[in-house]
């Protein structure tokens, strides 16, 4: 399969155009499905896939599966349909699914993406659900808290992980963000100008001090913000580093934790 490379600053732009043509805060999906003529169900399609594109008789359908959780005005199905979105708009996408070239895939929304064109619609997705004209503006001029990551989940109706990532990229403040599943790392990012590089026990291993290693450890934990020391979650080259504070923000869920990670 081959499709052309897209630009980062390609898709941001191409995604923001479309969210920014329209004044509603929560970017509305259904105006943007409606004004291209694409037809989308929402259906219980077992355990396949979050989201599906195909494209047959010169048109375009949507398939999106509410057996995983993706209601049409979720967190999580909005994000999905964006997605989907960004399959259908990114030109090298459409066109790659309407020659063939790019064969309908099932998308899965809550595992990482290795595969780029995937990378690209959640990136598309990420940007249509929160431009940066918009989000990066909500952000300044406060001290940053995890409240305002939650804050801006809510406002623009994404999932808190789906806030934290885009804050991570154009938030006012460096941020490390670590998922892990079954106490190990499923997948961590971090802001550009996080100061901090590798986790202190390897990078694929949850650090035994953290808020992540304890709640793995006893099964117990709430979601809560506390304060522990740089080298509790990451190497540190300068002694004077590893007792400098550091904050951790954890929301434990079932076999899973996010962690957000910040200095002051
Ligand atoms: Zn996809």
Not at 243 to 261: D, G, K, Q, T, W
Request: hydrophobic share 35%.
């Amino acid at each position: 399969m081959e499709v052309s490379n897209t630009s980062k600053n390609y898709i941001k732009d191409l995604a923001e155009f479309i969210a920014l043509e329209h004044e509603e805060i929560i970017t509305p999906l259904d105006k943007i499905v409606d004004s291209e003529n694409l037809f989308v169900f929402y259906d219980d399609y077992g355990k396949s896939f979050d989201g599906i594109t195909i494209y047959d008789d010169n048109r375009f359908y949507i398939h999106i599966n509410t057996e995983r959780g993706n209601d049409i005005d979720s967190t999580r199905g909005r994000f999905t349909l964006a997605h989907e979105l960004g399959h259908y708009f990114i030109d090298s996408h459409r066109i790659g699914l309407m020659n063939g070239l790019l064969k309908p895939h099932p998308s899965f929304n809550d595992k990482q993406k290795y595969n780029r064109i995937e990378r690209e619609a959640d990136y598309f997705s990420s940007c249509l659900l929160m431009p940066e004209k918009r989000y990066s503006k909500d952000c300044v001029g406060r001290k940053f808290e995890f409240a305002i990551i939650e804050n801006l989940a809510k406002k623009y109706r994404v999932s808190l992980t789906a806030s934290a990532i885009r804050f991570s990229d154009i938030g006012n403040h460096p941020i490390q963000i670590i998922f892990s599943v079954n106490n190990e790392i499923a997948w961590k990012w971090a802001s550009k100008d996080f100061p901090y590089k590798y986790l202190a026990e390897g990078n694929s291993k949850i650090p035994e001090d953290s808020l992540a290693a304890s709640y793995f450890k006893t099964g117990r934990g709430e979601k809560r913000t506390e304060d522990l020391s740089v080298g509790d979650w990451f190497k540190c080259y300068k002694y004077e580093d590893e007792e400098r504070n550091i904050y951790e923000h954890i929301i434990p869920f079932r076999n899973m934790a996010l962690s957000v990670i910040w200095e002051d």
